[in-house]
């Protein structure tokens, strides 16, 4: 199959992503059900018994965008018409969300779980070298319950070949009644919707934008606070939908690999991001 039969065969992120068989871990009062197959996403976290995730067939989210918390790789939000150059060469990825590439290939594909216990679990995915992605690649995440701490880590490492890479995660919060939030910069947006640079001023919400922000965001929801912390200092916040908010730390802006042509991972070398989630 050539790489062009391969792109099209590919799911995409409005084909439809059924959980598959689900790992749980737990531990006091937090329990995380996590969906290999369904592109490595947790499919749904509980904290004192309350759902934090729009789940899968909530609000009509059953497509491989809109439900859990999915890990963006080997880039986050839209590369814009799917093209990029990179050390000399024009790239075309499949343009699958209003004529853009979106959100990388990792919440589409199945991940392996390498190691689980009752709390953690370790899962890794081999990246493609056809037309979703030429480049391969090995992509890595841990998630663990620490108290009542959840704590994610993903890791993106070149394998045979030097590639762009930014990463980050997507989740989709249940509506929070309260969000605490506070960027020093926001991306302007172009006519295409696509975050351009430099950041400037922060704008009046409701957002669907990316921001430079260094301090947690906390929800709050059901007397309940929820704390997101990250060492990402792009942070994508989407709060327009009525049934949820995503709250998206990530190591770059959305378009990174033309906005930020020095992304660069040569053969063996690792990009790695840790986000976690605190409930007082």
Same mark, same amino acid.
């Given at each position: 199959?050539?790489?062009?039969?391969?792109?099209?065969?590919?799911?995409?992120?409005?084909?439809?992503?059924?959980?598959?068989?689900?790992?749980?871990?737990?531990?006091?009062?937090?329990?995380?059900?996590?969906?290999?197959?369904?592109?490595?996403?947790?499919?749904?976290?509980?904290?004192?018994?309350?759902?934090?995730?729009?789940?899968?067939?909530?609000?009509?989210?059953?497509? !491989?965008?809109?439900?859990?918390?999915?890990?963006?790789? %080997?880039?986050? /939000? #839209?590369?814009?018409? *799917?093209?990029? +150059?990179? &050390?000399?060469?024009?790239?075309?990825?499949?343009?699958?969300?209003?004529?853009?590439?979106?959100?990388?290939?990792?919440?589409?594909?199945?991940?392996?779980?390498?190691?689980?216990? !009752?709390?953690?679990?370790?899962?890794?995915?081999?990246? %493609?070298?056809? /037309? #979703?992605?030429?480049? *391969?690649?090995? +992509?890595? &995440?841990?998630?663990?319950?620490?108290?009542?701490?959840?704590?994610?880590?993903?890791?993106?490492?070149?394998?045979?070949?030097?590639?762009?890479?930014?990463?980050?995660?997507?989740?989709?919060?249940?509506?929070?009644?309260?969000?605490?939030?506070?960027?020093?910069?926001?991306?302007?947006?172009?006519?295409?919707?696509?975050?351009?640079?430099?950041?400037?001023?922060?704008?009046?919400?409701?957002?669907?934008?990316?921001?430079?922000?260094?301090?947690?965001?906390?929800?709050?929801?059901?007397?309940?606070?929820?704390?997101?912390?990250?060492?990402?200092?792009?942070?994508?916040?989407?709060?327009?939908?009525?049934?949820?908010?995503?709250?998206?730390?990530?190591?770059?802006?959305?378009?990174?690999?033309?906005?930020?042509?020095?992304?660069?991972?040569?053969?063996?070398?690792?990009?790695?991001?840790?986000?976690?989630?605190?409930?007082?």
């Amino acid at each position: 199959m050539g790489d062009e039969a391969v792109a099209e065969a590919a799911i995409g992120p409005s084909s439809p992503m059924p959980p598959g068989p689900l790992l749980t871990l737990a531990a006091g009062d937090l329990s995380v059900d996590i969906a290999p197959r369904a592109g490595g996403r947790i499919a749904q976290i509980r904290c004192d018994g309350i759902e934090q995730l729009v789940g899968h067939g909530e609000h009509g989210a059953t497509t !491989a965008i809109g439900w859990g918390c999915y890990p963006m790789v %080997p880039w986050c /939000g #839209r590369i814009r018409h *799917g093209q990029f +150059a990179f &050390q000399g060469r024009r790239h075309l990825l499949p343009a699958n969300l209003g004529g853009h590439a979106i959100h990388g290939v990792g919440f589409l594909m199945p991940w392996e779980v390498a190691e689980h216990s !009752a709390r953690h679990a370790s899962l890794e995915l081999a990246m %493609p070298t056809d /037309g #979703r992605w030429p480049f *391969g690649g090995i +992509a890595r &995440q841990h998630i663990a319950i620490e108290g009542r701490e959840l704590v994610l880590a993903l890791s993106v490492t070149a394998v045979g070949q030097a590639m762009p890479a930014s990463i980050g995660w997507h989740p989709w919060f249940r509506k929070p009644e309260r969000l605490e939030f506070h960027p020093q910069a926001m991306y302007p947006r172009d006519a295409e919707g696509i975050a351009v640079r430099p950041a400037g001023e922060v704008q009046p919400g409701p957002w669907d934008d990316c921001f430079v922000n260094d301090r947690e965001v906390v929800l709050h929801r059901q007397g309940q606070r929820l704390r997101i912390a990250s060492g990402c200092r792009d942070w994508v916040v989407y709060d327009q939908a009525t049934h949820a908010t995503c709250v998206e730390p990530q190591t770059a802006p959305p378009d990174a690999f033309n906005l930020l042509p020095e992304l660069a991972l040569r053969p063996g070398e690792t990009l790695g991001a840790r986000c976690t989630l605190r409930w007082d």
